[in-house]
Nanobody
């Protein structure tokens, strides 16, 4: 079956950095758009960053210049490097995979919590 397993969340101070990783299995990874979504309490889930099978990236305006998404089509991993973290980045972060660049993802990870607090 398909599995997306995230790691790397935690507690960090404002201005700090974290790296999230997601390992996929059960899919032909190189065919999928891979993304990181997040959901804060009381807010809607939002797409934070996405990388296409060919490496094209896009980011939410709120994280541009601070977050970097990357993928490794050999290891079936997608990473999200987060720098200059702000308290408003606090959320549950989810790895997701979708075959086409539209609609909801086909598969989701279980999520990893990121908390930015002093």
């Amino acid at each position: 079956q398909v599995q997306l397993v995230e790691s790397g969340g935690g507690l960090v101070q404002p201005g700090g950095s974290l790296r999230l990783s997601c390992t996929a299995s059960g899919i032909i990874f190189s065919l999928y758009f891979m993304g990181w979504y997040r959901q804060a309490p009381g807010k809607q889930r939002e797409l934070v960053a996405q990388v296409s099978s060919g490496g094209t990236t896009n980011y939410a305006d709120s994280v541009k210049g601070r977050f970097t998404i990357s993928r490794d089509n050999v290891r079936n991993t997608v990473d999200l490097r987060m720098n200059s973290l702000k308290t408003e980045d606090t959320a549950m972060y989810y790895c997701a995979a979708r075959r086409w660049n539209r609609g909801e993802p086909d598969y989701w990870g279980q999520g990893t919590q990121v908390t930015v607090s002093s």
